[in-house]
């Protein structure tokens, strides 16, 4: 079974990188379950936005970018939604 053309391995290890780089940019302190959740979900909710408007990606490295902007995504909205 594979997401966006990785295996989910590979989803988990990548989702937990991309979570990370986006707590590095963000400046948020989270855990590395956390960090493996926000980047597995944000890639998850970005590619299901992505694809209903029109546009695929497949690979690791799209994968790692879609969840690296997704969980920065979701940093800011939980933010806004402590404030």
């Known amino acids: 079974m594979d997401v966006n053309g990785v295996g989910w ?5 990548i989702g937990g990188f ?11 302190n989270m855990g590395m379950f956390m960090n493996i ?14 694809a209903f408007a029109g546009m695929g990606f497949a ?3 799209a994968y790692l970018a879609i969840g ?3 969980a920065c995504i979701l940093i800011a909205v939980g933010r806004a939604v402590r404030r």
């Open 9 to 13: 391995i590979a989803a988990i290890i």
């Open 18 to 28: 991309a979570g990370w780089l986006a707590e590095q940019f963000m400046k948020s």
């Open 37 to 50: 959740i926000l980047g597995i979900v944000g890639a998850i909710l970005l590619n299901a936005i992505l």
């Open 59 to 61: 690979g690791w490295l």
């Open 68 to 70: 690296f902007i997704g």
